[in-house]
Structure formats: C-alpha cells, structure tokens
C-alpha cells in the first residue's frame, strides 16, 4: 500500500446474535458513506464475519447470518464507502466462532482440564478456536474468498490469543516439536508457533492474490 496513513479510523465492532430477524432492513448505504464523510472519517473496519461466526456477504463457505435482510451488507459497505474516497478493512473474528464451534468440536481449543468453556472464568461465554485444526483452512478460505470478491484495503483479524490448546492436534504436535505437553510453557510456545505460522499463511494468501493492503493481527504484537 501506498505511505498513506488515516486520520481519523472508525472500528465497527458488530456482531448479532442469531435470533435478530432483520439485520440490514433499513440500511442505506449511500447515508451510511455520506455520514462518515461528513465526520471526516477516511478508514472504516466493516464485518465481513463476527464473534458468532455469521458472515454478512454471501459466502459460499462460511454461514451468512439467517436474519440478513441484505444480500450483500458488505459489500454494499465496501463500495459506497470507496465512492466517498473512505478506505475499508474487512474484519474477521479469528480467536472465536461461536457457530463452526457447535459445528465442529474438533476445532475448539482444549484446555489442560479437558474444557472448551473455562467456566470458573468465563462461564459459557465463548469457546476458542484453534489455529491448528480444520479451523485455519476454514478462515484462511473465507478471508481468500472477501479478497477475490472485494477490493477491500485492509484485513482486521480479531482475538488471536497465545492460550494453550491440548485436543489431540496440539498434543501430536508438541511432541513432535521436541515439546512436553506437560510443561505448560511449552503449552503457550507451540500455540504462538501455530498462531505465527497462520500470520504468515495470510501474509502470503494476500501477496498471492497480488494484493498490497493493510494487515491488522489483533492480539498480536504490533510487530
């Protein structure tokens, strides 16, 4: 990307749980552009897939919210904004999902007692996903997918998280990384290993579509 830096960036945090049965009914997104322009907003993170993991353009891979009343929020967003000169990131929940998690069990992180909820701490909040399943492959094709369908400028990835995950994949992993699964250091290590090389398999998906946008690993460390 060109050296272009925003003055003045909106995060549009949305995520909608399954049962709102109207989502985007009333959405204009002419006025929605119009309005950002006239607070002199020039960056906008938009929902391409929330915490639920209900995407909000029509993805032949993920689950598009079953409330949507838009076909394409999106990518309505995308082009009214670029019409008014505002750049836009696609944002992803990386670190949860909270549909593919029921889905797929298998791609939900296992702590050292054998939990995908950690109730004491959290009750049922959320459960995590783990980057080394099924899961990375899963987000990797929908964040391929929103960049062959939009010609966003930038990539948000939220709630990457270091903590440590003991389902079958991350033990066999451990050990074959000369790693004790016992040792929970060594917990925490091999899930920053797993969680660099998803940040690397993005770095290169975007240079492979011959995209030069802005990349933001939230959880991370800014380097």
Same mark, same amino acid.
């Given at each position: 990307?060109? @050296?272009?830096?925003?003055?003045?960036?909106?995060h549009?945090?949305?995520?909608?749980?399954? %049962?709102?049965?109207?989502? !985007?009914?009333?959405f204009?997104?002419?006025?929605?552009? +119009?309005?950002?322009?006239?607070?002199?907003?020039?960056?906008?993170?938009?929902?391409?897939?929330?915490?639920?993991?209900f995407?909000?353009?029509?993805?032949?891979? $993920?689950?598009?919210?079953p %409330?949507?009343? @838009?076909?394409d929020?999106? !990518?309505?967003?995308?082009?009214?904004?670029?019409?008014?000169?505002?750049?836009?990131?696609?944002?992803?929940?990386?670190?949860?999902?909270? +549909?593919?998690?029921? /889905?797929?069990?298998?791609?939900?992180k296992?702590?050292?007692? $054998?939990?995908?909820? +950690?109730?004491?701490?959290m009750?049922?909040?959320? @459960?995590?996903?783990?980057?080394?399943? !099924?899961?990375?492959?899963?987000?990797?094709?929908?964040?391929?997918?929103? /960049?062959?369908?939009?010609?966003?400028?930038?990539?948000?990835?939220?709630?990457?998280?270091?903590?440590?995950?003991? &389902?079958?994949?991350?033990?066999e !992993?451990?050990?074959?990384? $000369?790693?004790?699964?016992?040792?929970?250091k060594? &917990?925490?290590?091999?899930?920053?290993?797993?969680? +660099?090389?998803?940040?690397?398999?993005?770095?290169?998906?975007?240079? &492979?579509?011959?995209k030069?946008?802005?990349?933001?690993?939230? &959880?991370?460390?800014? @380097?």
């Open positions: 990307m060109d @050296r272009w830096f925003a003055k003045r960036a909106i549009l945090d949305f995520h909608t749980m399954p %049962g709102v049965y109207d989502v !985007g009914i009333e204009d997104p002419e006025e929605f552009a +119009e309005t950002l322009l006239k607070a002199s907003v020039d960056y906008i993170t938009v929902f391409a897939k929330c915490n639920l993991g995407a909000y353009y029509p993805t032949k891979i $993920g689950i598009v919210h %409330g949507l009343k @838009r076909k929020l999106l !990518g309505d967003m995308v082009y009214a904004c670029h019409k008014k000169g505002i750049r836009v990131s696609a944002y992803f929940n990386a670190g949860l999902d909270h +549909e593919h998690a029921a /889905l797929h069990r298998e791609w939900c296992v702590n050292k007692n $054998g939990q995908v909820f +950690e109730v004491d701490k009750g049922y909040f959320f @459960r995590k996903m783990c980057l080394n399943t !099924g899961y990375r492959e899963h987000l990797l094709n929908m964040i391929g997918e929103v /960049l062959d369908m939009y010609p966003v400028d930038g990539i948000f990835l939220d709630c990457l998280n270091f903590y440590p995950c003991y &389902g079958i994949e991350c033990i !992993g451990m050990r074959k990384s $000369g790693m004790d699964p016992f040792n929970e060594h &917990g925490w290590d091999f899930c920053f290993m797993i969680t +660099e090389k998803f940040v690397d398999e993005v770095k290169n998906l975007v240079r &492979g579509k011959n030069n946008i802005l990349l933001y690993f939230n &959880g991370l460390h800014y @380097r």
